[in-house]
């Protein structure tokens, strides 16, 4: 029996560890079926069924064998063991978005690896906080508009922490001679500087990513670092080096066949050439943006480029192709109830038509065809442009057909993370399944402290003192009282107990009866993490309050913090090409060709 769990353990890990996460599952719960008496045995296989369930975003199955893990993990004094399963935990709290939760979990995972001197395991402990805090600060930006670095100070507070964290991070896995770990250090120290608006910092760290990455060959690190750099030179106005930096994106979105990804480099591309006001590139860029977006059903996405196309068709002169797409992000926007897209499409709408001359009754319905003036303009030329970009994306285009080894500004790379800044930010989805981890956590750990909370039954009088009539005490209802909280006080202790032997696959022997019985006592966690954790159980009330509207559906095939809107009031100027206005010749020369001519890398520190 314990060979056959030891092996089906074995197998399960083995499938993990190529990927497959859902027959590791099958095998891992077949283990624990099995049982072992070996008590490491068994938390080594509740924490990688809970890592399974994870990566399966299943996270109220993640909560509880994180959870046995760190029962098991503390009931045979295993410190290390149970300072990785509060790391774990943590991290699964924080994908739910219960972030002060989290954060004791991580802070816990530190405290044990200091305490043991087990430097890889702070480094990560490290590593998680800093990634709480960061989660945590762009959960407060969602919502609040404002320029980039102009943050308010309790964002700016959290950023700065995850900061501090990720500094030590760095600094210690550098120790510790860990270049993978160095990569997401250096990375996310770009994406905590980009959104405090340091951008040259932000350079300099994605930079050291983008090293890193091509060092061990990832292409997916590889590709976010360039996105990165793009999305920081963009605020420092090099959009020519911008443009360099997404269309390598958009090369290896297309090696890693990552659709989503690839429609987001478009659609970067499209905006950036709007910048450079090199408006037919744009509109390539924008229309192979929308064609992924059709393809992936995204809605959001197409109102999206429908609205760039319609910018584009209009600083070129175009009206008449400006009111098509309009009219279709106009439609898309009442469709998904995007109120603000709709009042910008309809104006927009309105100004077109004010200049081709027409009326709405010229106008026929947006998914066939219009007429304008009598003069009939149908979607035959849109439908010619989806066949050609269907045949053209299988080929290399005109914007990626020079070699990036070619290009000098290679020598001297940038990193970068996939940051971005959404007008219409996703609400965190919680996981239907979430489970109470930490009431549960409490109720298990602080049994002996919930009695002070509790009447004691030989001091009748301290509990009952609003009995003025001293007689009722010794009345028979107020006996059978007495014995019915006494018997529902019994329960709920019982209930507050750790009970091993309701662990899922352990077998008690005589061998680890001893272990299981008297030896977590002095493991007992301090009153300080318990204040902690009742601390942060007080933001939970917030989950019984009606939620806020959602900002709007989700736009896979558009950057989730879509910088470009924010460009619209930091580059107000240079982005009133892209409004609909029907601007003068004069209106359309080139303001800040110095901008534009400027190298790629000027930025570098």
């Known amino acids: 029996m314990e060979a056959s769990c030891l092996e089906l353990a074995l197998e399960g890990e083995r499938l993990c560890k190529a990927g497959d996460f859902k027959g590791g599952t099958a095998f891992f719960e077949a283990a624990v079926q099995v049982g072992t008496e070996d008590l490491k045995t068994l938390s080594a296989i509740y924490s990688q069924l809970g890592n399974a369930y994870f990566y399966l975003k299943e ?16 009931t045979i004094g295993d410190r290390i063991g149970e300072g990785k399963a509060s790391g774990n935990l943590g991290n699964t709290l ?10 004791v979990c991580c802070q816990r995972h530190l405290d044990i690896s200091q305490e043991q001197g087990d430097k890889v395991g702070e480094a990560r402990a490290l ?16 919502g609040i508009s404002q320029d980039p670095g102009e943050l308010p100070p309790d964002v700016r507070d959290t950023l700065q922490r995850a900061t501090s964290f990720y500094e030590m991070n760095l600094s210690l896995v550098k120790e510790l001679g860990d270049r993978a770990a160095q990569g997401r250090a250096f990375g996310n120290l770009g994406n905590t500087h980009y959104l405090l608006g340091n951008f040259v910092e932000a350079i300099k760290f994605h930079r050291e990513r983008l090293s890193i990455a091509k060092e061990f060959g990832d292409k997916a690190a590889e590709r976010r670092a360039y996105s990165n750099l793009g999305n920081a030179l963009i605020f420092l106005g090099q959009f020519n080096a911008a443009t360099e930096y997404y269309r390598n994106t958009l090369q290896l979105s297309r090696q890693l066949k990552d659709q989503v990804m690839e429609a987001q480099a478009c659609y970067s591309l499209g905006n950036t050439y709007t910048l450079l006001q090199e408006y037919e590139r744009a509109i390539d860029y924008h229309l ?7 393809e992936l059903n995204d ?13 584009a068709y209009v600083s070129l ?21 995007d109120r603000n897209g709709e009042l910008t499409a309809r104006m927009n709408v309105e100004e077109l038509m004010e200049a081709l001359g027409v009326k709405e009754g010229d106008l026929s319905p947006v998914e066939s065809e219009f007429e304008v003036q009598g003069n009939r303009l149908s979607d035959d030329s849109y439908l010619r442009s989806r066949n050609q970009l269907s045949q053209s994306s299988r080929s290399k285009s005109y914007a990626d057909s020079q070699s990036s080894d070619e290009r000098q500004w290679l020598d001297s790379p940038v990193d970068t993370d996939d940051i971005t800044v959404d007008v219409t930010p996703p609400k965190l989805a919680r996981d239907a399944s979430d489970e109470d981890c930490f009431f549960d956590l409490l109720s298990k750990f602080q049994s002996s402290r919930m009695d002070d909370q509790r009447c004691q039954l030989d001091e009748p009088l301290s509990c009952l003192c609003c009995f003025s009539d001293a007689s009722l005490l010794t009345s028979p209802q107020t006996e059978e009282l007495f014995d019915l909280i006494a018997s529902s006080q019994s329960r709920r202790l019982d209930d507050q107990r750790v009970s091993v032997s309701n662990l899922p696959g352990l077998r008690i022997t005589h061998n680890n009866l001893g272990h299981l019985c008297g030896e977590s006592d002095p493991q007992e966690p301090s009153d300080d993490f318990f204040n902690m954790l009742i601390k942060c159980q007080s933001s939970r009330i917030d989950d019984q309050r009606c939620s806020p509207p959602e900002g709007g559906p989700r736009a896979p095939t558009v950057p989730d913090e879509d910088f470009f809107s924010l460009i619209q009031r930091v580059q107000a100027k240079r982005m009133d090409e892209q409004r609909v206005q029907l601007p003068s010749d004069e209106q359309e020369t080139d303001e800040d060709e110095d901008e534009d001519e400027r190298e790629p890398g000027v930025t570098d520190s």
Do not use: P
């Not at 994908?95 to 989290?102: I, K």
């Not at 192979?288 to 059709?294: D, R, S, T, V, W």
């Not at 002169?317 to 109830?337: C, F, M, P, V």
């Open 94 to 103: 924080k994908v739910l978005g219960r972030y002060d939760e989290a954060v």
């Open 288 to 294: 192979k943006h929308l064609l992924i977006a059709q």
């Open 59 to 74: 996270y109220g199955k993640a909560l509880e064998y994180h959870r046995h893990d760190l029962t098991l993990a503390r």
């Open 127 to 142: 590593y998680n906080m800093g990634n709480m805090f960061h989660a945590k600060g762009k959960q407060q930006l969602w």
């Open 299 to 311: 809605r959001v996405g197409e109102g999206r480029a429908c609205w760039s196309l319609g910018n």
């Open 317 to 337: 002169g175009n009206h008449r192709q400006a009111l098509h797409y309009t009219r279709k992000h106009l439609d898309i926007s009442r469709e998904i109830g």
